[in-house]
């Protein structure tokens, strides 16, 4: 079991930023008391402080209470092409899986193969994947592989049931390695203007919280 102890997360690891100066000008992305309750934020690239924090695959998700939905949309068909953009969630509403099957799907080419990648902070919960589960065996053209920084309530029965039935219906779900969060790194977070691309620290455990979650997916599984 790894050693890693509960964090409580600053303003700026929540996505608010400390610095008051540099929250004028995310305050149009960020601020949460505009939106409606059960608005999702959708976005191409999300900001740096929100991976670092939210996509870190800690054991423990103390703060962690959003799902970021990365995805890439690859359709093949008469008009072949490539989507991507994210999206986020507060648990308390409606979630990023949900919103990408109310909004984003609908948007594609129908009749056409879709083969779809998700890269998210952690895995779904039972609902969520229920949807999941429903949206494969109605669409036979849609294929989808789900990277997870870390698994969501794992220990729960119900939970590891909704895991298997996932796979079941057809979703191929994985762990995201390390590679995998530096390409969410190069992909989906926004750099800040002006500023050479940086490239991507990995955090002290990256590995070995993988291959921890890794052993975790392969028991449920």
Not at 74 to 79: A, C, D, F, H
Not at 91 to 105: G, P, Q, R, V, Y
């Amino acid at each position: 079991k790894m050693a890693e102890k509960q964090e409580e997360p600053s303003n700026a690891q929540n996505g608010e930023p400390d610095n008051a100066e540099e929250g004028e000008g995310k305050k149009k992305k960020v601020k949460r008391e505009d939106l409606p309750p059960f608005e999702i934020v959708t976005g191409e690239r999300l900001p740096a402080i929100f991976f670092k924090f939210q996509f870190r695959n800690v054991e423990y998700s103390s703060g962690r209470n959003k799902t970021f939905l990365c995805y890439v949309v690859e359709t093949q068909g008469k008009e072949p092409g490539t989507r991507r953009g994210y999206l986020e969630d507060e648990h308390a509403a409606a979630h990023a899986e949900m919103a990408f099957f109310n909004t984003i799907l609908p948007t594609c080419q129908a009749g056409t193969r879709h083969d779809v990648t998700w890269y998210v902070s952690s895995s779904p919960c039972v609902a969520c994947a229920g949807r999941i589960c429903e949206a494969l065996r109605k669409d036979k053209g849609l294929r989808l592989t789900i990277m997870v920084g870390r698994l969501f309530m794992w220990e729960e029965p119900e939970v590891q049931a909704a895991l298997r039935n996932m796979r079941e219906a057809g979703c191929k779900l994985r762990i995201m390695k390390p590679q995998d969060f530096e390409y969410v790194w190069k992909n989906f977070v926004e750099q800040e203007e002006g500023e050479e691309a940086k490239s991507f620290v990995p955090w002290e455990d990256i590995q070995e919280n993988f291959q921890y979650y890794e052993e975790k997916l392969a028991e449920i599984l």
